[in-house]
């Protein structure tokens, strides 16, 4: 009995380091840069051992797998699948090194791995829950172009002069009422330079698409000569000024691809959180050490 409970127990953590094995060499796997031709895998009915690294063997399938993770591609097929070969080759190579290092027994990488494995998982269900998701339709397209004009109608370029002072808590209340009292940001940063305070200057041009949420929402309501602050820390505060803008619109037909992407991911996230939502209408949940 002693002998059999060994035995579970010695196949059982012989489970758990190939199990965190693999995922380690998930998370070494990283996407090749390649541009150029199609997406092929190599055939498998050719030979199943490609290479071997000391003794052990890479495998076409492993060679495949590095393939299909690739968006990009540049040459012959040949030479697509010598890359790839290749790549595998310095992943495993790395795999060991890390094992040499016992990486895979360090508790801050095995959490990473788990999260990493959970994050998988997830992905790979909701990929099966939601695989046939219906398109939206030309009235919700054109609706959604009509109710963003500052996206698409009416979009335009902004032209920013972007600062980035280094101040203490205490010398930001006196930057910020500074700046208030300033005529110009020119004036502003005279004042800067007289007082020798730090700080970067960056003229950049921007269109509504790359800007965040926060940004976006409070550029889009800026007048031309308007300071924002965008960031605000103990030692830092970013001031970005509106400079100038230009007229840059988007035709519905231009834009109805990326609407569609745009509305079909909203659907989708809709449909995860009606999910998560029936999970845990049916689950038990308590919430410890805190009251919420």
């Known amino acids: 009995m002693q002998r059999n409970n060994r035995t579970k127990a010695a196949i059982s953590n012989r489970l758990t380091v190939s199990f965190s ?29 490609v290479a071997k690294i000391n003794g052990k063997e890479i495998t076409i399938h492993e060679v495949n797998q590095y393939i299909n993770q690739m968006t990009q591609f540049e040459g012959t097929p040949e030479q697509i699948r010598k ?30 791995l788990l999260a990493s494995n959970k994050k998988i998982l997830i992905n790979a269900y909701l990929a099966r829950q939601f695989t046939q998701l219906p398109p939206p339709s030309e009235a919700a397209l054109q609706d959604y172009y009509q109710s963003h004009p500052a996206l698409f109608a009416e979009r335009k370029l ?21 700046l208030s009292a300033s005529a110009t940001v020119g004036d502003f940063i005279k004042w800067l330079k007289t007082q020798r305070i730090p700080y970067d200057e960056i003229h950049t041009v921007k ?18 000569g308007e300071a924002t602050i965008l960031r605000q820390t103990q030692d830092a505060i970013d001031i970005t000024v509106l400079t100038s803008t230009q007229p840059q619109p988007l035709a519905f ?3 109805k691809l990326k609407i569609g992407q745009i509305l079909a991911a909203a659907a989708r996230q809709q449909k995860i959180a009606e999910l998560t939502q029936s999970y845990r209408s049916q689950a038990k949940i308590e919430y410890v050490g805190g009251k919420d």
């Open 21 to 49: 094995y693999t995922l380690l060499l998930t998370l070494l796997m990283s996407t090749a840069v390649l541009t150029g031709c199609d997406h092929k895998a190599v055939d498998a009915s050719k030979t199943q051992v």
């Open 253 to 255: 037909d231009d834009v």
């Open 158 to 178: 902004y032209l920013l002069d972007q600062l980035s002072i280094q101040a203490s808590e205490a010398q930001q209340t006196g930057l910020l009422a500074r």
């Open 83 to 112: 890359r790839a070969i290749d790549a595998v080759i310095d992943q495993n190579l790395l795999l060991t090194a890390a094992k040499k290092a016992k990486l895979d027994r360090d508790p801050d990488v095995l959490q990473s």
């Open 207 to 224: 269109a509504p698409e790359d800007m965040g949420s926060y940004e976006q929402t409070a550029l889009l309501r800026s007048k031309v």
